[in-house]
């Protein structure tokens, strides 16, 4: 399983409901996407910085969902380019499902032939 942090520079005037008003613009799209675990919607204390973190089974599930035409529809509606990194999940404490998931495979590792 795999974290993706992807970040954002907040458009010029834009705040807290103007941030939330584009994320609402997407829910459906990753509702729809069968391969998303999860996807969380920030922004920073400074409002200068807005990301995403998505949970995903692998790196190749979450740069299919944030392919070159992806890239290109952040630029137009935010004038910039979004960073991501990835990151091996190794364990989610779950205390709303009162459960702590660990998560065996190294995603960066080839699979053993």
Do not use: C
């Amino acid at each position: 399983m795999i974290l993706e942090l992807v970040e954002f520079d907040t458009p010029a005037g834009w705040g807290r409901e103007q941030v939330m008003d584009d994320a609402r613009k997407v829910f459906a799209k990753w509702q729809a996407n069968a391969e998303l675990r999860r996807k969380h919607f920030l922004i920073d204390e400074t409002g200068k910085t807005t990301a995403g973190v998505y949970i995903w089974p692998s790196v190749e599930a979450a740069k299919r969902a944030h392919n070159a035409e992806w890239q290109q529809s952040v630029i137009q509606r935010t004038g910039g380019a979004a960073r991501i990194r990835y990151f091996d999940l190794l364990a989610l404490v779950d205390n709303e499902a009162g459960k702590v998931t660990e998560f065996a495979d190294n995603p960066f590792e080839p699979a053993a032939s």
